[in-house]
């Protein structure tokens, strides 16, 4: 089905583990943007992706890593883990930075 | 830098019953400004957008915004709102990097509960 995808949706990890959240859109959108939603803070952006191997941090970005090789995926990965990364994290893509962003569902990750 | 503030983080209302929820933004350039709604456990989809023209927007599910550059606020309003309305809503403003790209900023949220 066309979309966003994310993947793990749940996910518990321990402490200083590598952890990798996968997202896929298959629309071909050009930008896509990794979000973590907060209590209290709302969504704060980590990264986002202009083009394929085009990518830039946002307010968040300490403790991730991402890449984007091809335009469908942008994985999003916390090289060690730490309990201030438990977060709702979301994925989004659009076909250009203003306007509609679609959303994914969200992956939820628990860092004990 | 531009940035964006919901002044309100819960709104209970009753069914039937007129809604505002208000978001002021910062900007010293021209805007371009959302809403977004989260139902519980689900992701973010659009509400409405601003990006020029009338200063009154419509979205769906009966919702409108009202773009006043003067107050530089983009409030959300519904006239009678139902038990389904409740979710986070979000108001965002479209911000363009130095290097030319586009991102959005979103604010902290609003809650709007919905009682029978």
């Known amino acids: 089905d066309a979309g966003i995808t994310q993947s793990p949706r749940y996910k518990i990890t321990e402490t200083g583990r590598q952890v990798t959240l996968m997202c896929h859109q298959t629309w071909s959108h050009s930008y896509m943007f990794w979000y973590r939603q907060d209590l209290g803070h709302g969504l704060r952006l980590i990264y986002y992706?202009?083009?394929?191997?085009?990518?830039d941090k946002g307010e968040v970005p300490d403790g991730y890593v991402v890449s984007r090789s091809k335009t469908e995926n942008f994985p999003l990965t916390l090289e060690s883990a730490t309990r201030s990364q438990t977060s709702v994290y979301f994925c989004?893509?659009?076909?250009?930075?203003?306007?509609?962003?679609?959303f994914g569902e969200g992956s939820r990750l628990t860092v004990l | 830098a531009q940035s964006v503030t919901q002044l309100d983080s819960q709104v209970p209302v009753f069914e039937e019953a007129p809604v505002e929820l208000r978001c002021n933004y910062s900007?010293?350039?021209?805007?371009?400004l959302f809403w977004y709604v989260q139902y519980p456990n689900q992701g973010l989809q659009l509400l409405l957008k601003?990006?020029?023209?009338?200063?009154l927007v419509k979205g769906i599910n009966g919702f409108e915004a009202e773009f006043n550059k003067s107050q530089t606020s983009f409030h959300l309003r519904k006239p009678s709102v139902h038990i389904s309305d409740t979710a986070e809503y979000f108001c965002?403003?479209?911000?363009?990097?130095?290097?030319?790209?586009?991102?959005?900023?979103f604010g902290k949220g609003t809650k709007l509960t919905v009682n029978p």
């Open positions: 965002a403003v479209s911000v363009t990097t130095q290097g030319g790209s586009e991102k959005l900023v």
């Open positions: 601003y990006l020029s023209g009338s200063t």
């Open positions: 900007s010293s350039v021209s805007v371009y």
């Open positions: 992706s202009a083009a394929a191997d085009i990518t």
């Open positions: 989004a893509s659009s076909d250009r930075g203003r306007g509609e962003l679609f």
